[in-house]
C-alpha cells in the first residue's frame, strides 16, 4: 500500500456516456506507474485499484474497489476521487493498492429504498417496472462497482447488503436486485431526534488518528495539545453553532447551559472526515465523543446534550490555569485493587500526564491502559525522554509508542475529586494538568456501568477484544444475560463436561454487554490442601476492598476452577468444615453481588448445588457456533464458513482459535479455505485421545458396489431426519440405529464409513476392547464419555465394530464383577437418550453373530433396522463390486470385468474380490518390473558398448524412463492367475449358517 494526498472532485459524467466506468477515481503519474508495477494478473480487463479509507467502527482499514485513470497534472502521490458530492468529502489521506484478482460478480443485492420513494414504487404496474426505474435513476449498468453501505438515486436508496461479498461488479442478468423499505430503519434512527437547541451524543467506536485529519503539510498542531479532549461532528452542526473547525465548546451532560453547578467538559470539535460509516442523514444533530467523556451521558441516562460555543477561546495553554495539584481516585475494579499491579498502574498514569498537558476538570474520568503481563517478568522499558538526533527521530517515537500500545490489556479507571483550583469561572472549573503537577491517589469511588452494547470501549482503546455473542445462536449465553439482567443478587453454577469450551468467556461476555462489573476468583491460585482460614481469608483479601465500593447488584463474583476447593468427600472432617465455611462466605457476598461459579466436575460439586439457584450446561459449539466463532478469530474474511464448522465438528473454542492463529500468513496476513482445512484437520490430530476423535472420513458411495438395496434402507433411516428436521417436530423418535450382520468381509464398515462421508457426518468408531477398564465404574464412565463426544461432534456416526464382543446377553458372562453386564446396561440408557436433545448422533453397528447379542437391544427405539449384508449371488452384482474396487486402476481394452465375475463363485465376499483385485494389480506390477529389468539390462549393454559404466535402477528412472514404461495396466490374464490363487474366506456350509440366522431374525 502506498499514503497518498486525497482530494474529492464533482461526478460530471452522465449515463450514456461511452467508456465510463463508475467509480472511479484520478492518479498522479508516480500513482500509475506504481500501480502498472504491482499489477502481477492478466485476467483484469480494465485498470482496477483498491482505495484505503478509515473504517471508524473497526481497526482495519476498508478497501474500496474503483476504477483508475491517469491524470498527468496531478501532484505526486496524489489521488482524486469522482463524488456526486465533493463538498462533503472532508478526509484529507487514503491508501492505494493495486488489484490483481478480477473482482467477483454479484448475485443479489439488497437496497433499502426511502419509504417515500417506496410507496411511490408500489404505483407501478409490476415489479420489472420498479426494479428499471432504481436501475436507470441509480446508473446500475454492466461493469458497475457496488459498494456495501453506498447510496445511490441522489441518497433516496442505500445499498444494504451485497452477496456474496462486500463489494463487486453489478450485471444486469445475473445481479438479483431486492428492494427493502426503509421505514423501519428510519423510526428506529429518529428515536433519538431532539430540538435544535440540544444534540444528541454518542461514543466514538475507534480512536481515530491524526493521519486522517491532517496531511504532512499542514500539521502545524501543538504537539502537547491534550488530544483526549476530540469530539468530532458533520459540518451541520458547526453551521448551527456558528464556529469553525478546531473550535473549543463547553458540553452539558443532561441539564441546560444556564444552570450552575452541573457536569460539564471542554472539548475540542473537529469536522469528521468524510467518506465515514459512522454520519448517517439522521446523525448530522449528533456530536461524537471518546468513552471517557460519554460515560457521563450513561450516568444522566440522557442521550441529549447542550453545547456553547466558546469563541473567546482559542487555545487550552493561555486560558485555563495549572493545577499545582489534584487528587484522584481508584473506581473500583479487581484490577486496582491488586498489589502486583499497583506500580505498573501509577507508572502508566504518570506517562499520561508527561505525554500531554491534560484538560481536566471535577468528576473528570481517567482512563489508564497498561500491560499485565510485565507484572510476570518485572520489566518495564525505558521511555525516551529526548528523541532529537535519534536516527528516526519523531516517527520512530510514535512507531514505538503504537506497538506498546497493542501490547495493552488491560484498563483501570481514574476519577478526579479535587484540584487546588477554586472553582470561581470558567478558567477556574477547568484546569491544566501536566508533569509537574502533583497527584494524589485516595481510597475508592463506586464502580461506574459501561455496557458494551451503548459504549464500545473495548474497540477504542484496542484492548483484546471479547468475541460477541448473539442470543439466537449462543442459547447458553441468552439464559445467562437474561438471569443477570434481571440484577438479582443470586448463585449460578456454570459446568461442562469438557475443558476450554468458553465458560468464562460467556461470563465476560454478558457482563460487558450489560456493563457489569467482573471480580474474578480463580480458585487455582488458592491450592487445594490449605488450612480453611487461609483460603478464606486470601478470598476476602481480593474482594471486600472493591465490593464495599460497588452499588449493590452491579458486579459478578466469579469463581472460576471451583473443583479445586471443594471436594466432595463424607470421611474427610476438614473438607467438610472447609465446604460449610465456603457456603456462609457465599451467602454473605450474595447480599451485595451475583455469584458465579465454574467446573468441569460436576460430580464434585455435590455438597454445594443445593445452595445454587441456577444451574447451565455449556457444551462443545455447535456448528451455528462454530461458524460465528471461525468468522470472529478470522476476521470475517470471505471464506466458506459452513465447509469450515461442518469439518470442525468436536472442537473447542480454544482449539477454533489456535486454528485461526495458526492459518494467518505472518507476510500477508490473509488465509484460504484450503489452509484453514488444513490446520482443522492437524489439530484432529492432536486433539485425538485413546478412544478416538469424531473425523469425516473419505469413502463414497462409488466405493461400495452391490449393495444397492441396502443403500435404500440407509437413506430413508438417516437421510430424513438430516433433510426434513421439521416433519419430526411432533414428537416423533427418530430411528436412528441400524444393525449391519452377516458374513466376514462383506463391507459393514466400509458401508458405515460411506454414510459418514455422503452425509457429511463426523464418523466415530468404537471396538470393544477400548471402553475396558479394570476399575470399577470406568468402563460404564467411557461409554457415556463416547455418546458425549458423539453429542459434541453432532451430526455424528457411532460405530461399534463387532458388536456383539462389546453387547453380549446379559447372565451368560462369568467375569467376577459383572463389566460386560454393567457395560449393556449403560449402552441401552444411552441409546435411549442419544436424540433426547434433537437428534443428530446415528448408531451403526456391526457384527458376524446377532444370535449373541442381548436381545433388548434389538427393540425398535435402539438398533431397530437390521440389514443383512450377504454375498452376491448375481454376476452383475459381482462386476458392480469388481467396477468400485478398479474404478482407479488402468485396466486394458480386451478386459471384460463381466467375464471375470462369470469366472467367480458365489461363495466370494466382498473382501474376497478386494483380495482378487489387489493380486491382479500385484500381478500386473511384477510382470511391469520384469520389463523394466529387461530394459535396464538392454540399456546397460548398449551403453558398455560405449565403454561406459552401467547405470543403477534409481538412475534409469530418473533420466531414460517414461510415462509408458512405469505404467501398470492390469490385464485378463493378471485376472485369470489371481483367480487360481484365490480361495475363498467363507465356505459353503458357513454361507448357509448365516443364512439361517437371517431367515430366523427376519421372521
Request: one cysteine or more; glycine letters at 4%.
Amino acid at each position: 500500500m502506498k499514503k497518498c494526498t486525497l482530494s474529492f472532485v464533482e461526478d460530471t459524467y452522465s449515463f450514456d456516456d461511452d467508456n465510463i466506468q463508475s467509480p472511479f477515481c484520478y492518479v498522479s503519474q508516480n500513482i500509475f506507474q506504481y500501480l502498472k508495477d504491482q499489477e502481477t494478473s492478466t485476467n483484469i480487463s480494465s485498470p482496477l485499484c483498491h482505495l484505503f479509507f478509515p473504517n471508524f467502527i473497526s481497526y482495519d482499514l476498508s478497501p474500496k474497489l474503483y476504477y483508475y485513470k491517469l491524470n498527468a497534472q496531478l501532484s505526486d502521490n496524489h489521488v482524486e476521487v469522482i463524488s456526486h458530492n465533493p463538498g462533503s468529502m472532508t478526509l484529507k489521506v487514503c491508501y492505494i493498492s493495486s488489484v490483481n484478482n478480477a473482482p467477483v460478480v454479484l448475485n443479489q443485492i439488497n437496497i433499502n429504498v426511502n419509504s417515500i420513494l417506496f410507496t411511490e414504487l408500489l404505483k407501478l404496474e409490476n415489479q420489472q417496472e420498479q426494479l428499471e426505474f432504481i436501475r436507470q435513476k441509480g446508473q446500475l449498468y454492466d461493469g458497475k462497482i457496488i459498494h456495501e453501505n453506498s447510496f445511490i438515486c441522489n441518497q433516496w436508496c442505500k445499498i444494504t447488503k451485497c452477496y456474496p461479498y462486500h463489494q463487486g461488479i453489478f450485471n444486469i442478468n445475473n445481479t438479483k436486485i431486492v428492494l427493502l423499505n426503509g421505514l423501519h430503519e428510519n423510526v428506529q434512527l429518529n428515536q433519538f431526534v431532539t430540538s435544535d437547541k440540544e444534540y444528541n451524543i454518542k461514543p466514538l467506536p475507534v480512536k481515530i488518528q491524526k493521519q486522517w485529519l491532517y496531511t504532512k503539510d499542514s500539521e502545524h498542531h501543538d504537539t502537547r495539545e491534550d488530544d483526549s479532549i476530540l469530539a468530532f461532528a458533520d459540518e451541520s452542526v458547526f453551521l448551527k453553532l456558528q464556529i469553525s473547525n478546531g473550535s473549543l465548546v463547553e458540553l452539558f451532560f443532561g441539564h441546560n447551559s444556564n444552570i450552575d453547578n452541573n457536569y460539564s467538559k471542554i472539548c475540542k470539535l473537529i469536522i469528521l472526515p468524510k467518506p465515514n460509516e459512522l454520519i448517517t442523514e439522521l446523525d448530522s444533530n449528533t456530536i461524537f465523543v471518546p468513552p471517557h467523556i460519554f460515560i457521563h451521558s450513561i450516568k444522566t441516562n440522557n442521550n441529549s446534550i447542550s453545547v456553547k460555543p466558546l469563541k473567546y477561546l482559542h487555545n487550552l495553554r493561555g486560558n485555563f490555569t495549572k493545577a499545582s495539584s489534584i487528587k484522584l481516585s481508584r473506581v473500583a475494579s479487581i484490577l486496582n485493587s491488586q498489589k502486583l499491579y499497583q506500580s505498573l498502574i501509577q507508572k502508566e498514569l504518570t506517562d499520561y500526564f508527561l505525554e500531554k498537558s491534560r484538560l481536566l476538570s471535577i468528576g473528570d474520568y481517567i482512563p489508564v491502559l497498561f500491560d499485565s503481563r510485565k507484572c510476570l517478568f518485572k520489566y518495564f522499558p525505558t521511555k525516551k525522554l529526548f528523541s532529537g538526533g535519534v536516527e528516526g527521530g519523531e516517527e520512530e517515537e510514535e512507531e514505538e509508542k503504537e506497538e506498546e500500545e497493542k501490547c495493552r490489556d488491560s484498563l483501570v479507571w481514574f476519577q478526579v475529586i479535587e484540584s487546588s483550583v477554586s472553582n470561581n469561572t470558567i478558567g477556574d472549573k477547568f484546569f491544566l494538568v501536566d508533569q509537574y503537577s502533583e497527584i494524589v491517589i485516595e481510597n475508592y469511588v463506586s464502580y461506574v456501568s459501561i455496557p458494551r452494547s451503548i459504549c464500545n470501549y473495548i474497540e477504542y482503546y484496542k484492548l483484546p477484544k471479547a468475541i460477541k455473542l448473539s442470543d439466537d445462536i449462543f442459547s447458553e449465553y441468552s439464559n445467562l444475560k437474561k438471569i443477570l439482567g434481571t440484577k438479582l443478587n443470586t448463585k449460578i453454577l456454570i459446568y461442562s463436561s469438557t475443558n476450554s469450551v468458553g465458560k468464562y468467556t460467556t461470563i465476560l461476555t454478558s457482563c460487558l454487554d450489560l456493563g457489569l462489573n467482573i471480580l474474578d476468583i480463580d480458585c487455582l491460585e488458592l491450592g487445594q490442601g490449605q488450612p480453611t482460614n487461609k483460603i478464606i481469608g486470601m478470598i476476602k483479601a481480593k474482594i471486600d476492598p472493591v465490593l464495599n465500593y460497588c452499588h449493590k447488584g452491579s458486579s459478578v463474583l466469579v469463581f472460576k476452577h471451583l473443583e479445586c476447593i471443594i471436594r466432595d468427600d463424607a470421611h474427610d472432617e476438614t473438607a467438610k468444615k472447609f465446604n460449610i465455611s465456603f457456603l456462609k462466605l457465599l451467602s454473605d457476598y450474595s447480599k451485595m453481588a451475583t455469584i458465579i461459579l465454574t467446573t468441569n466436575k460436576l460430580e464434585s460439586m455435590a455438597p454445594i448445588r443445593s445452595s445454587i439457584n441456577f444451574e447451565i450446561e455449556l457444551g462443545v459449539p455447535n456448528e451455528k457456533q462454530r461458524m460465528e466463532i471461525f468468522k470472529f478469530y478470522l476476521k470475517n474474511l470471505e471464506l466458506d464458513y459452513s465447509k469450515i464448522a461442518t469439518q470442525s465438528a468436536g472442537l473447542t473454542p480454544i482449539d477454533i482459535k489456535a486454528i485461526a492463529t495458526r492459518s494467518f500468513s505472518m507476510e500477508t496476513d490473509s488465509t484460504t479455505l484450503d489452509l484453514v482445512l488444513k490446520n482443522i484437520n492437524k489439530a484432529r490430530d492432536e486433539f485425538s485421545e485413546s478412544i478416538g476423535a469424531p473425523k469425516i472420513p473419505n469413502v463414497t458411495w462409488e466405493d461400495v458396489g452391490g449393495l444397492d438395496m441396502v443403500k435404500g434402507e440407509i437413506m430413508d433411516t438417516i437421510d430424513m431426519p438430516l433433510r426434513y428436521p421439521e416433519l419430526f417436530g411432533s414428537g416423533m423418535k427418530r430411528r436412528s440405529g441400524i444393525l449391519f450382520y452377516g458374513p466376514p468381509g462383506t463391507g459393514k464398515t466400509l458401508l458405515a464409513k460411506a454414510i459418514a462421508t455422503n452425509f457429511s457426518l463426523n464418523f466415530f468408531s468404537v471396538k470393544g476392547p477400548e471402553l475396558l477398564n479394570m476399575y470399577i465404574g470406568e468402563s460404564e464412565a467411557n461409554v457415556r464419555r463416547v455418546f458425549q463426544k458423539a453429542r459434541d461432534a453432532k451430526p455424528c456416526v457411532i460405530f461399534f465394530d463387532e458388536l456383539d464382543s462389546v453387547a453380549p446377553k446379559r447372565g451368560n458372562q462369568g467375569d467376577s464383577g459383572g463389566v460386560m453386564d454393567r457395560i449393556v446396561s449403560q449402552l441401552l440408557a444411552e441409546l435411549d437418550g442419544a436424540n433426547g436433545d434433537g437428534g443428530g448422533v446415528f448408531v451403526v453397528g456391526a457384527t458376524n453373530r446377532p444370535d449373541l447379542l442381548d436381545e433388548a437391544l434389538l427393540r425398535p427405539g435402539r438398533f431397530d433396522k437390521l440389514l443383512y449384508l450377504g454375498i452376491s449371488d448375481t454376476n452383475e452384482k459381482q462386476c458392480n463390486i469388481i467396477k468400485a474396487l478398479t474404478r482407479k486402476f488402468a485396466i486394458s481394452e480386451d478386459t471384460d470385468l463381466l467375464e471375470v465375475a462369470a469366472n467367480c463363485p458365489f461363495t466370494y465376499t466382498g473382501a474376497d474380490f478386494y483380495a482378487l483385485c489387489s493380486d491382479a494389480m500385484l500381478n500386473a506390477m511384477t510382470r511391469v518390473a520384469k520389463d523394466i529389468d529387461l530394459k535396464l539390462d538392454k540399456y546397460n549393454k548398449e551403453e558398455n558398448d560405449n565403454v561406459k559404466k552401467p547405470v543403477s535402477l534409481k538412475f534409469w528412472f530418473d533420466n531414460v524412463a517414461n510415462d509408458y514404461d512405469i505404467k501398470v495396466v492390469v490385464t485378463m490374464e493378471d485376472f485369470i492367475k489371481a483367480q487360481k490363487n484365490l480361495k475363498p474366506s467363507v465356505s459353503a456350509e458357513e454361507l448357509e449358517h448365516y443364512l439361517k440366522i437371517r431367515a430366523n431374525f427376519e421372521n
